[in-house]
């Protein structure tokens, strides 16, 4: 007999499909959370005697579920998601009245930039991997930086200082008294509940500064601080460079944050890609 058109997965299996794969790959017995168009493939052969080559795999993926091949984000395992959403109903409301009042909003955190840059895709010709050559010094800028929204026009401000060395509660006091110096009135600073942010020197300085209004975002929950961003668009204007030292990414990294302080709307999208509840 002459063989038929192999058999395919039929529209109604396709649900099917997609509840399995979002129950995710732990779930049937792989030790890691990756999908890949080799494990799908065997998925779909073992759960509907359908076997597809990894190519048309993809086509499923894309055209019949619509999905796409995603960098998954990071969440830690210690988050207690219904803190964090305790906290975005209550005191989230709370802290955007004290704006209405006449109170700036402040949100604050720190990073680090190595000589060794963050690697992006870029176009080269098939079959020839470029090659970015770099220094394996481990040398880095310690940053921290505030993004502000005024109370009234709403105006976004971007506030940074830059060190060779990390950050202590010393250099987090000294940016506090330059934010102060900058704006007039009362700010309501958030930030998270990290170790420099509790050290003597800065609970010193808060105690004489009654302007600074504190509150801390919920443990391990990133998504919530505008100012990640920041860090975000900056690694990527970094992407792919190769300082030969710390002078010459100390020049990078200005040039960026000059760009993203120049630019209103860079700095609400900053503050629209963060999941805090603005409306």
């Not at 506030?159 to 110096?181: A, K, M």
């Not at 704006?183 to 942010?197: A, S």
């Not at 709307?265 to 890609?273: F, T």
Request: one cysteine or more; hydrophobic letters at 35%.
């Amino acid at each position: 007999p002459i063989p038929g058109r192999p058999p395919r997965l039929h529209k109604p299996q396709i649900p099917r499909l997609k509840r399995i794969l979002l129950r995710g790959p732990g779930a049937i017995g792989y030790s890691t959370e990756l999908w890949t168009l080799q494990r799908i493939a065997q998925l779909i052969e073992k759960e509907f005697g359908v076997r597809y080559h990894i190519g048309h795999v993809w086509k499923v993926m894309s055209q019949e579920l619509g999905w796409s091949c995603q960098k998954p984000e990071r969440r830690a395992t210690q988050r207690d998601e219904k803190a964090i959403e305790r906290w975005k109903k209550t005191t989230w409301p709370a802290i955007k009245k004290n704006r209405t009042l006449g109170a700036h909003l402040a949100f604050l955190d720190e990073s680090g930039f190595l000589l060794i840059s963050n690697v992006r895709r870029t176009w080269a010709p098939s079959g020839k991997t470029p090659i970015l050559r770099h220094s394996y010094k481990r040398d880095r800028i310690s940053a921290i930086s505030s993004i502000t929204v005024s109370p009234r026009r709403r105006r976004m401000g971007l506030y940074v200082h830059l060190y060779p060395d990390n950050i202590t509660g010393q250099e987090v006091s000294l940016f506090l008294r330059d934010l102060l110096q900058h704006i007039r009135g009362d700010v309501v600073l958030l930030w998270d509940g990290g170790p420099i942010h509790r050290t003597a020197l800065v609970k010193t300085f808060l105690d004489q500064h009654s302007r600074l209004h504190i509150y801390r975002f919920p443990s391990y929950a990133p998504e919530l601080n505008p100012d990640e961003s920041v860090w975000t668009k900056a690694k990527c204007d970094l992407s792919n460079s190769a300082p030969k030292d710390i002078r010459s990414l100390d020049m990078l990294l200005c040039a960026s944050l000059r760009r993203i302080r120049g630019s209103q709307s860079m700095l609400r999208s900053c503050i629209a890609s963060s999941e805090l509840p603005w409306r």
